[in-house]
């Protein structure tokens, strides 16, 4: 079933088939890490160094596929064509065995190359930068992913048990030495349809950059904290850089999305539908902190918007916005056979907003329909987090924020979301909710990091 699935996918949805592929040996291949990587020279092979540093049995199995990528000139700069120019010339004379040439590879670049050279690690990459391979003038990391997860479809082995699989990385982002086996293990133990990687930003040396990403990633535990406790199902991390999936659930849902950014969000709200995600937290992936404008927003656009300092960044959703949500899909739960109308009528106890919201987006005619087609609990409620997915369910949260429930500083939500869910924290540490020094901060992140907090 699964290879007719595959034949379907390849022919009607794919987007490969027109950049070239170099590789070396790409037999008996169960897994593959596929890292989009435009104008990365100087990062990218300190990520293959640190892939390279997994075991060897594993790196016999996998492959990682880089896919060199840009969008034609003038949407590209000279100096990011060029960039990638080097970066595969370099990453050709690696699969044929060679070190780079000097004019093209400093010594840093040369000494890491050395290091992997010495490990099994399979490599291969995807042109999508030459002339006449670029992407298209709208695309984007989204594009770039689709291409190489389309292409690990085909580098798979059919005739290797088990499930295959896809991970996706960044061309600046470190593994642990146990990533592959960690990812591996899960895979075959749990059999999810895909998973998310546990990961910590790198903090970097300077106090004003390493304010910036600890600010963002608690913003980015926080969310997913409150989701977790509200009982949603979408309470998993979004980053492009900690996505896994089998081969099978790629194409089940039609693969990566072609955005310039959010494809990961997009991609994983998918996933999430076809069952639950798992959660890896026994390896970990180390993204950048580093400032960037290529994309509208993510990590790198969050860090200039932080240096820039128009926005107050210390500002986050109020919890009462996940107390809303909480209590919908509690009510929601206790009930699931209950007509549209009932439901939405209910809603107006809970949140006027809500039920603004719900009618706003036609609730009771959509689940009238659904209820039409099976009353089964369990398939109404399959059903009814299909439609109220994560996507909406940050819709509604936004629209919480802009009206009920302005977004407040982001300790003292901490604080409130911590006592609703009794999670304990160092004594003190939250007493002053606005004035915390970088140290305490990064005191806060690290209990976040470390704690298997949405279970509570």
């Known amino acids: 079933m699964y290879s007719s699935h595959l034949d379907k996918y390849l022919q009607r949805y794919s987007v490969y088939k027109s950049y070239p592929l170099y590789a070396g040996e790409v037999a008996d291949l169960d897994q593959i890490v596929v890292i989009p990587a435009l104008a990365e020279k100087d990062a990218l092979f300190h990520t293959l160094a640190s892939l390279a540093r997994n075991g060897e049995d594993e790196l016999k199995h ?13 949407f590209a700069t000279t100096e990011d064509i060029l960039n990638n120019l080097e970066t595969m010339m370099i990453m050709k004379d690696m699969i044929k065995g060679d070190l780079p040439d000097h004019r093209l590879a400093d010594k840093n670049i040369i ?28 695309g984007g990391v989204g594009h770039a992913r689709k291409i190489g997860m389309d292409r690990a479809l085909t580098l798979l082995d059919p005739q290797h048990h088990g499930k295959k699989r896809i991970f996706c990385l960044d061309a600046d982002t470190l593994v642990d030495s146990n990533y592959l086996s960690s990812l591996r293990n899960h895979f075959e133990r749990f059999s999810p349809p895909g998973a ?24 980015l535990r926080y969310y997913v904290l409150g989701l977790g406790w509200a009982g949603s199902p979408y309470a998993f991390h979004t980053i492009g850089s900690t996505m896994a999936c089998t081969a099978a659930a790629y194409t089940a849902v039609r693969g990566m999305p072609c955005r310039q950014a959010g494809e990961d969000f997009y991609f994983m709200n998918k996933l999430a539908k076809l069952a639950s995600l798992g959660h ?28 820039e300092g128009a926005h107050e960044e210390n500002l986050i959703y109020d919890p009462r916005v996940f107390s809303v949500l909480k209590a919908w899909l509690e009510e929601f739960a206790r009930e699931p056979g209950s007509s549209g109308n009932d439901l939405l009528a209910r809603t107006a106890a809970i949140s006027p907003q809500l039920h603004s919201f719900l009618d706003c987006h036609e609730f009771a005619a959509v689940w009238e329909r659904i209820r039409g087609a099976n009353r089964r609990h369990e398939y109404l409620t399959r059903q009814f987090h ?3 997915d994560g996507f909406k369910t940050l819709k509604l949260i936004h629209e919480l924020s802009a009206d009920a429930f302005p977004p407040i500083h982001m300790f003292k939500a901490l604080k409130i979301l911590f006592h609703q869910m009794n999670i ?17 901060q990064m005191i806060i992140l690290d209990f976040l990091r470390r704690g298997n907090l949405t279970d509570r």
Do not use: Q
């Not at 927003?297 to 918007?305: A, P, S, Y």
């Not at 160092?426 to 909710?433: E, M």
């Open 196 to 219: 998310v990687v546990a990961f910590s930003h790198r903090i970097p040396e300077d106090r004003r950059l390493a304010a910036g990403i600890c600010c963002y990633e608690i913003f």
């Open 386 to 388: 299909g439609w109220f």
């Open 424 to 440: 304990p924290i160092a004594a003190g540490i939250l007493a002053d909710t606005e004035c915390l020094t970088l140290d305490e």
């Open 62 to 74: 996998s492959l990682v596929l880089c896919v060199i990528n840009n969008r034609p000139s003038p």
């Open 280 to 307: 890896i937290s026994d390896t970990t992936v180390y993204p950048s902190a580093r400032p960037s404008g290529r994309v509208p927003f993510g990590t790198g656009r969050r860090m200039l918007r932080f240096l």
């Open 111 to 138: 000494a890491l190359v050395k290091e992997i050279k010495e490990r099994p690690l399979r490599l291969a990459f995807i042109d999508a930068s030459s002339p006449g391979h670029e992407l298209p003038a709208k």
